[in-house]
């Protein structure tokens, strides 16, 4: 029977307190339960625990205000004011102080803040005030005034701007629904705009500033973090929220004040729009039914309680959302029910209790009341909510256009903001030559990177660490220090392989262990030219290519350069996450990165070093000839211009610019004689000499001037224009072929005269002078050819004896040993070829070769005529100026230079001579260049000599085919490769 009886009174008090407006009572509940699933998703259990208690006692106010009845209110709207204030005044001097405010009061374990309790006060007080007939309306808008002032002031000495804003509401909603004439609340928002420039003396500085960027439209970052961090909330919350999201917890940490001023972002962030969407429909509906209580209201007091009431919490719930979504500005106001403060939910839920108390004592005590349509009704209640309804479904519409519009954006904002990542360089691909010699390759050794946070979090001890990369624990910390609190520091770059095998199984939190980048030449100055380096990158490169790594390393000259999309690969990352002051917390999954592509060159490792070496003996000195400063040497295939050898002495040791550069030793090369920072065979253009002859010959081929086949008087000397030109000797009557084999320097003054230098233009351009080849390698020179138009256009003269010296490849004309090489292949197989040192890359993880792709060969238009002329260059071997290459083992042709060289430090003449073997169908072209060494008979012919008598005797080593290259459908140009991801094995990471 007891408990029956229990039972029975229990569902009697339920039913009590849903009896008046259950739709009030249950939307309170749900903005509170919101309030509470806020706190738990954002991880503040305690907190959601002390709000639900706080909850519970304003419930339990909530059934005693009701209860209590409209008896009471008269002595309770005074007591609660006066309560307030007293509880303000104690704040002033005992209250606990947060963010430069002083709003709090510690009761015991409870904190309360008394500048809700004074809304309440105020409201209660208002409604007494100001329905009181029996005091003159200039009275009680006195009274009202002094009344509100009160708390006014004492919330600004806090100083609490919003809630004092909020109190100035309470009181122009009092005076507008008590229908006190309307100059009143007219002339007190004149005064508040008069006042309005002092009013923000009491802003705070992040209060100002805020300010400040809303109307500058939020072009300060540090301003509008608060906001920024809102919409990302907003915009990554979806329909259900991030609760399922890894790592949600400390998204939700970058969120300032999402408990109490930015509740409504940290609810549709943690449960989705759907939530928000509720908690606005909750807010709709408690203030629809507190403007139904207000309408019905049998008593005035008790409907401009109400009424204000209904405004209070609108203007609360607008104003939160509002500065949420960057509307208004930020302006520190909590979302009623919804925001985390005891004192404001217990004070809320009370004042539910006194307005439904009210409305059901009066309609208990209907003989208490006049007839109904005496009764006063509050101004503008229904237009004062149906605004606030307006203005919410307004800005949830704004809250979900913020959502669809830049949801993913600021999604993806959230995830980079609390992630930093250390860029891990992709090992660059080998260069090899022609049968797979590495050249170029990345040092055997690990880099070993730790995160301090997260390796002392884990308990991992610098003793433990440095017994592994073999340092003293003072050494490591020391480095650690220098980082100045980096997220990432590097121990080392140079642990050797097994050490960082066995740190990996070691398998210690915090710690990576990645191969080293740093680039290794084993065969340095032999091949540093070609290959080039690699350094750091520029400002100007990173803005052309963003995505390269500011701290990264890329080609910066020779193959290095040009090949270095290929080369290169694709860098990974390892990232951490880290909390809104940067300190680290986790490590996100390792990025792997791809290495580049190994690169294959048509280059002979061998047949390069002999090269080298031959020419280095040509700069020593020859008997009875001056010593140089400088050589070339181009060894190439003229039917599809791969380079098999390419020497530039003197040179320098590309192993100096590391990474890390070595400073002394690179200042030592710079500053050496015979510029050994250039490729001299692609960079250094000087007169070719009497290899130009054989330019002058294919265009006497072409054009026919004189016959070849005419014999016509040479000598010593020729006379033209009162000068006089020289041979190199006196020389019998000759024709073409004999000219070229004799090198007949006054054949081909009288050829010049003859061709013109309008027809020789037209066979040297389509011979490759005076334009770049087109190698593969950056910085190349394209000599120099002029004509008169052109010498003209420079402001120079040009001569009739201009004319005559272009004839034996002086003056007007100049070219580098590789352009010299290349147009000698063209005479010796009619086509003219593109040089290339790139033959292929890996394509992919099979080993499968792509074939660089290259400009074909174009054929001459002369081509058919040029039998003549290699008939001079096998001439000048068997009879002529270059009989060295009578002992190889095929039939040669070969050509001779002597060039005036007054840029020479020595002021002597470069020595050249070029050669094409077997001259009936050339597979090979040698040319050399020395400066300033004298007669290329001495010189350069049997540096030549030299060089193809080796590469006869290793020709089946030399032309051995070892790559198998995929169909040229696939072949790319030099610069444009994009690399392919592949599965590596190659880094080896252990993280938590």
């Known amino acids: 029977m007891i408990v029956a009886r229990s039972q029975r009174l229990a569902r009697r008090r339920i039913r009590l307190v849903f009896s008046q407006d259950p739709l009030l009572l249950a939307s309170a509940l749900i903005l509170s339960g919101l309030g509470i699933l806020n706190l738990l998703a954002i991880g503040e259990g305690g907190t959601a625990i002390h709000q639900a208690i706080s909850v519970l006692i304003g419930l339990g106010l909530f059934l005693l205000a009701q209860r209590a009845g409209s008896r009471i209110w008269a002595w309770l709207s005074w007591l609660v004011y006066g309560l307030a204030v007293v509880m303000l005044l104690a704040v002033i001097s005992t209250g606990l102080s947060a963010y430069g405010a002083r709003r709090w009061l510690q009761v015991g374990s409870f904190i309360l803040q008394p500048s809700e309790t004074a809304k309440l006060g105020l409201l209660l007080v208002l409604a007494v005030v100001l329905t009181n007939k029996r005091m003159r309306v200039r009275r009680r808008v006195a009274i009202a005034l002094v009344l509100a002032a009160v708390p006014v002031a004492l919330t600004l000495l806090q100083p609490d701007l919003s809630t004092s804003s909020l109190l100035l509401v309470v009181l122009m909603a009092g005076l507008i629904l008590a229908r006190v004439p309307l100059q009143y609340p007219v002339g007190i928002v004149v005064l508040g705009a008069i006042l309005f420039p002092l009013e923000q003396h009491f802003l705070r500085p992040y209060q100002a500033h805020r300010l400040q960027a809303f109307l500058s439209g939020g072009h300060d970052p540090a301003a509008n973090w608060s906001l920024l961090q809102s919409h990302i909330a907003i915009g990554s919350g979806g329909l259900f929220g991030t609760r399922s999201v890894p790592m949600h917890e400390l998204l939700a940490q970058y969120l300032p004040a999402r408990q109490t001023d930015l509740a409504f972002a940290s609810l549709i962030e943690q449960w989705g729009l759907l939530a928000g969407v509720l908690a606005l429909m909750a807010v709709v509906t408690i203030v629809w039914r507190l403007v139904i209580t207000a309408t019905q209201s049998r008593s005035f007091n008790g409907a401009v309680m109400a009424g204000s009431l209904a405004v209070l919490i609108g203007t609360e719930a607008a104003i939160s959302v509002a500065g949420s979504i960057g509307a208004i500005p930020l302006a520190g106001v909590p979302f009623p029910l919804l925001s985390f403060g005891g004192t404001a939910a217990a004070v809320h839920l009370a004042a539910f209790g006194l307005v439904l108390g009210g409305r059901r004592d009066f309609e208990r005590r209907r003989l208490w009341l006049g007839p109904k349509q005496m009764q006063v009704r509050p101004r503008m209640v229904r237009v004062a909510a149906l605004a606030v309804a307006f203005a919410l479904v307004s800005l949830g519409a704004l809250t979900y256009q913020i959502q669809q519009v830049q949801g993913a954006m600021l999604t993806q904002f959230g995830s980079d903001q609390m992630t930093r990542c250390q860029r891990l360089d992709a090992p660059r691909g080998q260069i090899t030559d022609r049968h797979g010699t590495p050249l170029a390759l990345n040092a055997a050794t690990d880099r070993v990177m730790v995160v301090p946070a997260l390796y002392a979090q884990s308990g991992g001890s610098l003793g433990q660490l440095a017994s592994f990369i073999k340092e003293s624990p003072a050494v490591l910390d020391r480095e650690i220090a220098a980082a100045k609190g980096g997220l990432w520091v590097q121990l080392t770059d140079s642990l050797p392989v097994p050490d960082g095998d066995r740190l990996v199984k070691a398998d210690l939190t915090g710690v990576l262990v990645v191969p080293s980048i740093k680039r290794t030449y084993p065969y340095g100055a032999l091949v540093g030219p070609i290959l080039g380096f690699v350094g750091a990158v520029t400002p100007d490169e990173l803005s052309d290519q963003p995505d390269l790594d500011p701290n990264g390393h890329i080609g910066r000259a020779g193959l290095e350069r040009e090949y270095d999309a290929v080369l290169r690969g694709q860098d990974g990352a390892q990232c951490l996450y880290v909390d809104p002051q940067g300190r680290p917390v986790a490590i996100q999954e390792t990025v792997m990165p791809v290495a580049g592509s190994d690169l294959h060159l048509s280059l002979d490792l061998n047949l390069q070093r002999q090269t080298v070496a031959a020419l280095t003996r040509a700069l020593q000195g020859m008997p009875g000839q001056p010593r140089g400063d400088l050589g070339a040497a181009v060894v190439m295939d003229p039917r599809n211009g791969e380079v098999l050898a390419l020497a530039s002495v003197p040179t320098y040791d590309n192993n ?156 007007y004309v100049t070219a580098t040993p590789l352009q010299v090489a290349r147009w000698t292949g063209a005479v010796s197989t009619g086509q003219l070829v593109t040089p290339h040192l790139g033959v292929a890359w890996d394509s992919d993880a099979a080993s499968r070769m792509t074939a660089v792709s290259l400009r074909g060969p174009e054929p001459l238009f002369f081509a058919a005529q040029l039998g003549v002329v290699r008939d001079g260059m096998r001439r000048a071997v068997t009879e002529g100026t270059a009989t060295m290459l009578r002992g190889l083992p095929v039939p040669a042709g070969g050509k001779t230079g002597t060039a005036e060289d007054f840029g020479s430090p020595n002021h002597e003449a470069d020595a050249w001579f070029t050669a094409a073997a077997p001259i009936n169908q050339p597979e090979v072209v040698a040319t050399v260049m020395v400066r300033g060494a004298g007669e290329g008979y001495f010189t350069a012919e049997p540096t030549v000599a030299s060089i193809l008598s080796y590469y006869y005797a290793h020709h089946a080593a030399i032309t051995r085919e070892e790559l198998v290259l995929q169909p040229l459908a696939t072949v790319v140009k030099p610069g444009s490769w994009s690399p392919r991801a592949r599965n590596l094995s190659f880094l080896r990471s252990r993280t938590p």
Not at 750 to 776: F, Q, W
Not at 800 to 805: E, L, N, Y
């Open 656 to 811: 100096l610019y590391g990474p890390p550069v070595d400073g002394p030793g690179l200042t030592r090369a710079v500053h050496r004689p015979g510029v050994p920072m250039l490729n001299h065979a692609t960079q250094i253009a000087v007169a070719p000499g009497s290899t130009f002859k054989l330019v002058m010959a294919a265009a006497d081929a072409a054009y026919n001037a004189i016959p070849p086949s005419r014999v016509i008087p040479t000598g010593y000397t020729f006379y033209y224009g009162g000068a006089s030109f020289h041979g190199w000797t006196g020389l019998p009557p000759q024709n073409l072929t004999q000219a070229i084999a004799w090198s007949n320097d006054v054949y081909f003054y009288k050829l010049a005269l003859a061709l013109g230098p309008d027809r020789i233009n037209a066979v040297g351009h389509a011979l490759g002078v005076g334009r770049p080849t087109g190698i593969d390698l950056p910085g190349e020179s394209s000599g120099f050819l002029g004509s008169p138009s052109s010498i003209k256009q420079m402001g120079g003269t040009w001569y009739g004896g201009s004319t005559v010296i272009l004839g034996i490849g002086q003056g």
